[in-house]
């Protein structure tokens, strides 16, 4: 029996010069995998624009229960608009955060409270015009996302150095390698006080943006996993860092 579905696109991997395999995120059931057509057909171009990363959409799915892969039809946008006016900047950004999450969220159970966080992101995503904030939208976005994963940086306390490990600020420097200091580690509170809202005014030029983005991966893989196959990284960083 069909069920309708409220889907986040994560990551479309192709199996076969018919078929590809679809990850998403479900409002109420987490992270599932779709088989849907693959081709050149109107149709499946279609179908590739309403299912690009981080793209929201709805659908009927067939959850019969003991399968890893489901069957789904009636793909629809949930913005047809997002799905025609996309720029190269947030479709590489899309992709690099749909992979991301694909790799993230693999053993993660449906959350409503971290679903209602990446809904909301992947509206904010469609609906920023100004490039600035754009570029800084990862940044923001996987800052924010450590709350829902339980490894939100605690800002509270005191002192200069952050540690990574343990996830604060402290005055001294640990007894590991896995530590912040000076501007980089300022580079945590100024990150924590910008919302989507306010992208474009994060102070950050290209070089900041990488490091950045470097110092966030590092604390992910730290707290909860390794993202060294993250394919879509280098592209990311040449266009919009």
């Not at 150095?161 to 530590?179: G, K, Q």
Request: aromatic share 10%; net charge positive.
């Amino acid at each position: 029996m069909y069920e309708s579905l409220e889907c986040i696109a994560l990551r479309t991997t192709r199996i076969s010069d018919s078929k590809s395999l679809l990850s998403v995120w479900e409002r109420t059931r987490g992270r599932l995998t779709f088989a849907i057509p693959a081709g050149a057909s109107r149709e499946a171009r279609r179908r590739r624009a309403i299912t690009a990363p981080m793209m929201l959409f709805d659908c009927q799915c067939d959850l019969r229960p003991g399968r890893d892969i489901y069957s789904v039809k009636e793909l629809t946008a949930a913005d047809v608009t997002a799905a025609v006016d996309r720029s190269p900047a947030k479709g590489m950004t899309g992709m690099f955060l749909g992979e991301f999450l694909d790799l993230l969220l693999r053993r993660t159970d449906a959350d409503r409270h971290l679903s209602d966080f990446l809904f909301g992101s992947a509206q904010a995503l469609s609906l920023i015009e100004d490039m600035r904030a754009v570029a800084n939208f990862h940044i923001i976005f996987l800052y924010r996302l450590a709350h829902f994963t339980g490894i939100e940086p605690n800002l509270e306390t005191g002192g200069d150095i952050f540690d990574l490990r343990e996830a604060r600020f402290r005055a001294t420097v640990p007894f590991h390698s896995d530590f912040l200091e000076g501007r980089t580690a300022n580079m945590v509170r100024i990150i924590g006080r910008f919302g989507y809202d306010r992208a474009y005014r994060l102070p950050f030029d290209r070089s900041a943006r990488k490091n950045a983005l470097d110092i966030i991966l590092r604390y992910f893989s730290i707290h909860l996993s390794s993202l060294d196959s993250l394919k879509s990284l280098d592209v990311l960083r040449a266009m919009i860092e």
